[in-house]
């Protein structure tokens, strides 16, 4: 799992601004469960993107609502509001990384073509790219069938990994487990039960 340390998003003091505030309405509706499109969506480029636009100050209503009703109801939430999103990217099936998202998140991912999460360590957002420039745009965005887990496809700019390699799983390493070997007899459309 990694975070790309991103911009904090400071409030009129100079405060970092609290996550209601971070989490502020500034798209517009996002309508209904289907094909969200928005314009404004750059096209795929190496080079870095510009930030998101200062967020407005307080949301006009809870972060749940922000997803469509049938999506939110599909989610299934770790005590923190979080589900795990998975990355992988999308023209080779290379397993990029892990990612934390809450309903804003997602919302984001799905309305933007960028991929944004929320940081654990950091309490804020944060979009894949913004101070590296190795940004994930977005191709497909799956929810699992228990719901507690989404597989985001993605064309990754440069290294997923904060520590520059290309995958995170690359920078963590082989952990060496034994090799197990499917009986020559059992095929794959053998025991899917």
């Not at 009703?69 to 990384?97: F, N, S």
């Not at 290309?166 to 487990?177: I, S």
């Not at 090799?179 to 794959?188: K, Y």
């Amino acid at each position: 799992m990694t975070e790309q340390r991103g911009e904090r998003a400071p409030d009129g003091d100079g405060r970092t601004a609290s996550r209601a505030a971070r989490t502020a309405e500034r798209d517009g509706d996002p309508g209904t469960l289907g094909i969200w499109q928005d314009s404004r969506v750059p096209q795929n480029t190496a080079e870095p993107v510009p930030a998101d636009p200062p967020l407005a100050a307080e949301r006009s209503r809870d972060v749940a609502d922000t997803l469509p009703a049938p999506l939110a109801a599909r989610l299934k939430r770790d005590a923190d509001g979080l589900v795990a999103a998975i990355v992988q990217q999308h023209d080779t099936g290379e397993v990029l990384m892990l990612g934390w998202m809450d309903d804003e998140a997602l919302r984001r991912t799905l309305t933007t073509g960028r991929v944004t999460f929320w940081s654990r360590s950091r309490q804020e957002y944060w979009r894949k790219g913004d101070t590296s420039g190795h940004a994930q745009w977005v191709k497909s965005v799956a929810i699992d069938c228990d719901g507690d887990a989404l597989l985001v496809r993605a064309d990754q700019v440069g290294a997923a990994c904060h520590t520059g390699a290309r995958t995170c799983f690359e920078a963590g390493g082989d952990l060496g487990a034994a090799v197990g070997h499917r009986p020559e007899n059992e095929t794959s459309e053998e025991k899917t039960l």
